[in-house]
């Protein structure tokens, strides 16, 4: 449970840091989600547009939802015993992903959830070893954020040398 785990998501593709002491392990994962599912993969070739040879909107939309809840699981599944998490990601599957840990009943574990851009696996495990290194802030201070370009940059270019 002294694991630190740092997870950057968006519905394309995740990257998970563990920490276990001196262990660093990082991995990313790759989703077969669709971020905007679009009519016209639906229709085959050389069908018409009417109605009854088009998936309705409300189906469209549910199988957009299971694939990112088997998304989602797959992630969790792949998370190690995490005392400490921090989600970052630059759209709002980090927010649902922290609704899933909710419903997991890991809520406790979450210590920040931040917007950032995206970045490669070495940028972010830079960016998690900075996070779980800094000191303990006051409660005032836990919703600032942390993460900022001038930081980023500071952190990327010692980690490149």
Known sequence: MNTR?????????????????????????????????????????????????????????????????????????????AGELLLLGPGRAKTDFRKHLQAAGWAGRVLAVESADKMSDRQFAALVREFFQRPLESPADAYRPWYTSASASKILSSSLR
Do not use: M, Y
Not at 32 to 55: E, L, M, N
Not at 63 to 74: I, W
């Open 5 to 81: 785990t740092g997870l950057w998501i968006d519905q394309g593709r995740a990257i998970i840091v563990a920490l276990n002491g001196g262990n660093e392990k990082v991995r990313s994962l790759t989703s077969q989600v669709t971020s905007q599912p679009r009519r016209a993969s639906d229709t085959p070739a050389g069908k018409r547009f009417d109605a009854h040879h088009i998936p309705a909107d409300a189906t469209r939309t549910r199988t957009h939802a299971r694939d990112l809840k088997a998304f989602f699981d797959r992630i969790f599944r792949e998370l190690p015993g």
